[in-house]
Protein backbone atom coordinates (compact mmCIF):
# COMPACT_ATOMS: atom_id res chain seq x y z
CA UNK A 1 0.00 0.00 0.00
CA UNK A 2 1.16 3.22 -1.09
CA UNK A 3 1.55 5.99 1.92
CA UNK A 4 2.41 9.87 1.50
CA UNK A 5 3.03 12.12 4.48
CA UNK A 6 2.79 16.30 3.81
CA UNK A 7 4.68 18.13 6.11
CA UNK A 8 5.58 22.10 5.85
CA UNK A 9 2.48 23.52 6.28
CA UNK A 10 1.60 26.59 8.56
CA UNK A 11 0.37 29.71 8.94
CA UNK A 12 2.49 32.90 6.76
CA UNK A 13 1.88 36.67 6.09
CA UNK A 14 0.63 37.56 2.76
CA UNK A 15 3.81 37.95 0.25
CA UNK A 16 5.62 34.84 2.65
CA UNK A 17 6.79 31.31 1.79
CA UNK A 18 6.70 28.10 2.27
CA UNK A 19 7.73 25.04 1.31
CA UNK A 20 5.95 21.86 1.23
CA UNK A 21 7.16 18.34 1.63
CA UNK A 22 5.67 14.65 0.19
CA UNK A 23 7.10 11.74 1.26
CA UNK A 24 6.09 8.29 -0.06
CA UNK A 25 6.68 4.92 0.73
CA UNK A 26 5.46 1.28 -0.17
CA UNK A 27 5.93 2.24 -3.74
CA UNK A 28 8.61 2.51 -6.55
CA UNK A 29 8.39 6.25 -6.42
CA UNK A 30 9.90 6.89 -10.03
CA UNK A 31 6.88 5.91 -11.99
CA UNK A 32 4.45 7.89 -10.31
CA UNK A 33 3.31 11.01 -11.52
CA UNK A 34 3.27 13.28 -8.75
CA UNK A 35 0.84 16.48 -7.84
CA UNK A 36 -0.14 18.96 -4.98
CA UNK A 37 -3.76 19.85 -5.19
CA UNK A 38 -5.08 22.37 -3.18
CA UNK A 39 -8.94 22.18 -1.23
CA UNK A 40 -10.43 26.06 -0.17
CA UNK A 41 -13.41 25.92 2.44
CA UNK A 42 -16.62 25.65 0.42
CA UNK A 43 -14.63 24.75 -2.85
CA UNK A 44 -13.93 22.28 -4.82
CA UNK A 45 -10.75 20.23 -5.32
CA UNK A 46 -8.18 21.96 -8.09
CA UNK A 47 -5.08 20.71 -8.93
CA UNK A 48 -2.07 23.36 -8.20
CA UNK A 49 0.74 21.82 -9.77
CA UNK A 50 2.13 18.27 -11.29
CA UNK A 51 5.43 16.99 -12.18
CA UNK A 52 6.32 14.12 -14.35
CA UNK A 53 8.09 11.14 -14.10
CA UNK A 54 10.93 12.69 -15.81
CA UNK A 55 10.37 16.01 -14.59
CA UNK A 56 7.98 17.70 -16.69
CA UNK A 57 5.48 20.20 -14.86
CA UNK A 58 2.41 22.11 -15.01
CA UNK A 59 1.11 24.58 -12.83
CA UNK A 60 -2.31 26.31 -12.41
CA UNK A 61 -2.28 29.77 -14.03
CA UNK A 62 -3.11 31.22 -10.76
CA UNK A 63 0.37 30.32 -9.07
CA UNK A 64 2.28 30.00 -11.98
CA UNK A 65 5.66 32.53 -11.69
CA UNK A 66 4.99 31.80 -7.35
CA UNK A 67 5.53 28.26 -7.18
CA UNK A 68 7.89 25.60 -7.81
CA UNK A 69 6.89 21.94 -7.82
CA UNK A 70 10.25 19.48 -8.02
CA UNK A 71 10.73 16.13 -7.16
CA UNK A 72 13.93 13.80 -5.21
CA UNK A 73 13.97 10.46 -6.57
CA UNK A 74 16.55 9.61 -4.21
CA UNK A 75 14.80 10.58 -0.85
CA UNK A 76 11.06 9.54 -2.56
CA UNK A 77 10.17 12.97 -2.09
CA UNK A 78 8.19 15.71 -4.01
CA UNK A 79 8.04 19.53 -3.22
CA UNK A 80 6.29 22.62 -3.46
CA UNK A 81 8.37 25.85 -3.00
CA UNK A 82 5.87 28.72 -2.55
CA UNK A 83 6.66 32.13 -2.83
CA UNK A 84 4.68 35.37 -2.41
CA UNK A 85 1.95 34.10 -0.45
CA UNK A 86 -1.42 35.52 -0.43
CA UNK A 87 -4.37 34.89 1.39
CA UNK A 88 -6.38 33.41 -1.39
CA UNK A 89 -3.92 30.77 -1.25
CA UNK A 90 -4.85 29.67 1.58
CA UNK A 91 -6.35 25.84 1.38
CA UNK A 92 -5.48 22.39 2.39
CA UNK A 93 -2.85 21.20 0.40
CA UNK A 94 -2.93 17.72 -0.67
CA UNK A 95 0.20 15.42 -2.23
CA UNK A 96 -0.97 12.84 -5.00
CA UNK A 97 0.14 9.90 -6.51
CA UNK A 98 -0.68 9.17 -10.03
CA UNK A 99 0.37 5.37 -11.66
CA UNK A 100 -0.01 6.08 -15.00
CA UNK A 101 0.00 2.33 -15.78
CA UNK A 102 -2.68 0.81 -13.50
CA UNK A 103 -4.41 4.33 -13.46
CA UNK A 104 -4.80 4.47 -9.27
CA UNK A 105 -4.33 7.17 -7.39
CA UNK A 106 -2.82 7.65 -3.49
CA UNK A 107 -3.72 10.59 -1.58
CA UNK A 108 -1.93 12.34 1.37
CA UNK A 109 -3.82 13.20 4.84
CA UNK A 110 -3.65 16.82 3.51
CA UNK A 111 -1.67 19.76 5.52
CA UNK A 112 -2.81 23.26 6.12
CA UNK A 113 -1.80 26.39 4.70
CA UNK A 114 -3.07 29.97 6.13
CA UNK A 115 -2.21 33.43 4.77
CA UNK A 116 -2.96 35.93 6.66
CA UNK A 117 -1.81 38.96 8.39
Known amino acids: QVQLVESGGGLVQPGGSLRLSCTTS????????MGWYRQAPGKQRELVAV???????NYADSVKGRFTISRDNAKNTVYLQMNSLKPEDTAVYYC???????????WGQGTQVTVSS
Open 96 to 106: NAHSPTSRDDY
Open 51 to 57: IGRYGNV
Open 26 to 33: GGIFIRYV
